[in-house]
């Protein structure tokens, strides 16, 4: 099993990047190939899964995404492939934060995750995810969760995204709030 490998991005495809590393190129599945930039140099942390027919690598540009995807892997009815998207669309602390609160609406917005699915998702891992630090720099309330994964999946990265969301009431419906982070951010 790899912990991680520290290399060069040097392809970056709609659902993985090639990192290369002593000129071998590895293909790795990750949740945001665009968050990578090509030609950097980054440590991307594994998970390496062994089928009969298939040896996989999926990786993540932070441990705690890792550990998260760990958890969900483990949840009946829920494989990699269906775990990727869920990081994909989700940030950490609102996972866990839906989960924790049985937010079975949240969970449902991420692909192939029905309602018996959420309701699994739920029941393995509700107060299971404690020790997954989320490491913000905001304090999470649903609110900002869902303003986060709103600008976050509308392109805007990170760090702009956690500079904005302390400066937008929160008691706004999130329609507002999106207007409000967008004039800030296209300031």
């Known amino acids: 099993m790899y912990g991680y490998i520290k290399g060069t991005i040097t392809e970056i495809k709609s ?3 090639v990192l290369e590393n002593n000129e071998i190129g590895y293909l790795i599945y990750t949740a945001n190939p665009y968050a ?11 998970y390496q899964m062994v089928k009969e027919d298939e040896l996989s690598l999926f990786g993540f540009k932070k441990e705690e995404e890792r550990e998260l995807f760990l958890k969900l892997i483990n949840v009946k009815g829920l494989g990699p492939k269906m775990a990727l998207p869920i990081l994909a669309t989700g940030s950490i602390p609102g996972i866990i934060d839906a989960i ?6 949240y969970l449902k917005k991420f692909p192939k995750i029905g309602d018996k699915l959420a309701k699994q998702i739920i029941l393995d891992l509700k ?7 989320t490491d913000s720099n905001i304090e999470e ?35 507002e709030q999106v207007k409000e982070a967008l004039k800030l951010l296209l300031k």
């Open 127 to 133: 107060g299971k995810l404690g020790n997954i630090s």
């Open 141 to 175: 309330t649903t609110s900002t969760v869902e303003l986060r994964d709103v600008l976050l999946g509308l392109g805007y990265k990170e760090k702009e995204v956690i500079s904005v969301i302390p400066k937008i009431p929160t008691e706004l419906v999130i329609e």
């Open 100 to 105: 924790n609160r049985e937010n079975i609406l």
């Open 15 to 17: 659902n993985s990047i």
């Open 36 to 46: 990578f930039n090509e030609n950097e140099i980054y440590k991307v942390y594994l």
